[in-house]
């Protein structure tokens, strides 16, 4: 940081025009386009960069040139057929996601052919994405990307669970315990398997570890993660109910979880120390 100060400095007294903000879109974040103009540089406005235009590059950069937008949408009011490629437009999270939620049902009502390519991709991009930080020991596993697989089978089997009817025969009810079962059990070796990895890893790796099973975040892992995601539709399946409730139950539950594990494997997530300095001088103690 002293560096960096130093640097800065430098440049605030010869020229501040020297310095070039290239930061995320300070439509969106006007603190970052306000820190340029504090420092005194007229470069600190929007600007198509290498450095900052990371975000869905090359969607926004031709949306802008070409609409003047930074989202385009599909008119779904016009729309007869459409092919998404990975995307969940119309049913997961997007901006004016209950706008589009509305929209899309109207339209499919209206007779309007949907294609969906690249399920596989959307259950498992995260996985792959997060799977690439090695600076962050939790997250660099191949166990990410069959963490985000498994799961989205599960929270799928667990929706399809629910919607069964109450005519369904005993046979259909049967096999659709007996998967949920198994994908129950899966989703928690899984997790014994990922924390086991991590704790006994890199030094950021235990710690992580220990955010999750011992200290910060132990209680929402043990009490949502474990219990209300895996234990209480176990114990559901277990008691043999084939009502509405208890598929809502198995459903809420499963979902639940999932959701409880993303958020808490984001806020576990630790860097790994670059270097231990007192190693480097020969000055580290016991």
């Known amino acids: 940081m002293d560096l960096v100060a130093a640097k800065l400095r430098t440049v605030r007294n010869e020229n501040p025009n020297k310095l070039i903000c290239s930061f995320f879109p300070f439509e969106k974040f006007v603190q970052t386009f306000i820190w340029g103009v504090t420092f005194g540089t007229v470069n600190g406005s929007f600007s198509f960069s290498g450095i900052r235009n990371q975000c869905a590059n090359p969607s926004h950069f031709l949306g802008s040139i070409t609409h003047g937008a930074w989202n385009e949408f599909p008119d779904l009011n016009h729309t007869s057929y459409m092919i998404q490629l990975g995307s969940e437009f119309g049913f997961g999270a997007h901006q004016s996601f209950v706008r589009f939620a509305r929209e899309m049902a109207e339209a499919r009502e209206r007779g309007m052919k949907l294609v969906v390519a690249g399920a596989l991709v959307v259950a498992t991009y995260q996985g792959f994405a997060m799977s690439h930080s090695s600076a962050i020991a939790l997250w660099s596993t191949a166990m990410m990307p069959f963490a985000s697989l498994l799961y989205a089978i599960t929270g799928g089997m667990a929706l399809v669970f629910l919607l069964q009817g109450n005519d369904v025969t005993m046979n259909a009810w049967a096999d659709a315990q007996s998967i949920m079962w198994a994908l129950l059990g899966a989703v928690l070796v899984m997790l014994l398997g990922l924390l086991h990895a991590a704790y006994h890893g890199s030094p950021g790796g235990k710690v992580s570890a220990q955010l999750l099973l011992r200290t910060l975040y132990a209680k929402w892992f ?3 993660v474990l219990g209300t995601g895996v234990g209480l539709p176990l ?12 598929r809502l139950i198995v459903a809420i539950g499963t979902l639940t979880g999932f959701y409880a594990f993303r958020v808490l494997v984001f806020k576990a997530g630790v860097y790994e120390p670059v270097m231990q300095f007192g190693s480097l001088f020969g000055t580290d103690k016991d």
Do not use: E, F
């Open 222 to 224: 043990y009490g949502v």
């Open 235 to 246: 114990l559901t399946l277990w008691l043999g109910d084939s009502g509405l409730a208890a």
